[in-house]
């Protein structure tokens, strides 16, 4: 990212008599710089819109958001990776496309939340690649909140309702019906730790996640997945409709055996999120344990039933899994929303990921932050 110089700050007062006059003032605000890590989770996935168990890490790549003084009642932001720009009003953000759905929406929804901001210059750039499932859009979110936040001089709000409101900006200006999994990773990270994240209470509870000589890694399988227009929303919908039929809130409350009665494929998603939620607990058990072999186990069952239960998997994730799992991982998994996107994979010591399929290493970094000027 470039690096900005700050000028003196000048604003324009409008008198009562109409006269302009030019006012310095006395200490320039500061050029804000804030990180956004993106996740990854070891099991528990599609379980956070139903209630149930997830166990995601902040990984060390994300988005840097950079926001310095400008127009108070105006933005400005150009994504840096794609030199691509954007402008809009602070006080009515219009909806847009792409990316700049993003920086408007966040903008929009912290004033929701009642933050009164002030306009500048944004620009952002990021080293978690774009919709390979490692959640650039949450690193970005958050990213953008905290810097907006500092900037507007405001302190920062409760990180449960910075979740929420970066979570309202993929569900109502991205239009992805996403759950709260990827902001709480993103915001309350911890290095050496995963988290449980427990959907329905919202407790978060950092595990210790000790590696050794083992490797984490993702593999992009090459298919990009877009969530608004993936069959994502299709599954929260399927979900919600299985969770109707058994008469209960959220497939969290499930019954197996009723579950089991369920038409199909309505009985496999609701077998899916019980299951899932119950590997989260075995997967923490494990990580206490330092068990990495059974990680692995449960990374392989948890690709299973997103493969043959939930249905999010497709055949360029198939076809890398397998190529993961015959150079010797001990688990390998579709992750993230499905559809395309990366596969997480556990390799024992000594043991490597085939050189050609650019894996890259993953391990627990800290949350969100505001980094120095
Ligand atoms: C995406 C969504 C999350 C979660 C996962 C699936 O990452 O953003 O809210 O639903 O998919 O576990």
């Known amino acids: 990212m470039v690096a900005i110089g700050v000028s003196a700050a000048r604003q324009l007062v409008e008198r009562p008599s109409g006269m302009i006059a030019t006012v310095s003032s006395a200490s320039p605000a500061p050029v804000v710089r804030a990180f956004g890590p993106g996740r990854v989770n070891l099991v528990g996935e599609h379980t956070d819109y139903n209630d149930g168990l997830c166990l995601p890490f902040a990984i060390d790549r994300g988005v840097t958001v950079e926001l310095r003084p400008g127009r108070d009642e105006a933005f400005s932001v150009r994504a840096e990776d794609l030199a691509e720009e954007d402008a809009f009003a602070v006080a009515d953000p219009a909806p847009a496309e792409g990316w700049r759905a993003f920086a408007r ?30 959640s650039s859009s949450a690193a970005l979110e958050v990213a953008l909140a905290l810097a907006l936040l500092a900037h507007a001089g405001l302190p920062e709000p409760g990180r ?7 979570s309202r900006v993929e569900n109502d200006w991205v239009g992805a019906r996403t759950g709260l999994l990827d902001q709480l990773a993103a915001l309350y990270g911890r290095e050496g730790h995963a988290l449980r994240l427990d959907m329905r209470t919202l407790a978060v509870e950092p595990v ?6 083992w490797r984490l890694v993702t593999v992009d399988s090459g298919v990009a997945h877009a969530h608004a227009g993936s069959g994502y929303n299709q599954r929260r919908e399927e979900a919600a409709r299985a969770a109707a039929a058994l008469g209960v809130a959220s497939l969290r409350d499930a019954q197996a055996a009723a ?37 692995g186990a449960l990374l392989d069952a948890s690709h299973a039933s997103l493969r043959d239960l939930y249905e999010v998997s497709v055949d360029e994730v198939e076809a890398m899994v397998a190529r993961l799992k015959a150079a010797g991982a001990a688990g390998a998994r579709i992750m993230g929303g499905g559809f395309g996107g990366s596969v997480l994979a556990l390799f024992p010591p000594g043991v490597r990921p085939p050189t050609s399929v650019g894996a890259i290493d993953v391990r627990p970094g800290p949350a969100a932050r505001l980094l120095a000027p």
């Open 160 to 166: 449960h309702d910075l979740a929420r409101a970066c």
């Open 105 to 134: 929406g966040t903008v929009a929804e912290l004033q929701r939340d009642g933050h009164t901001l002030r306009g500048g210059e944004l620009r952002f750039t990021g080293d978690v690649p774009l919709g390979a499932g490692l």
């Open 208 to 213: 210790p996640l000790e590696l050794g000589d």
């Open 259 to 295: 579950a089991a009665r369920l038409p199909d494929p309505l009985g496999r998603r609701a077998r899916h999120v019980l299951e899932e939620s119950a590997r989260v607990e075995e997967a923490v058990a494990a990580l206490r344990a330092v068990d990495l072999p059974t990680l």
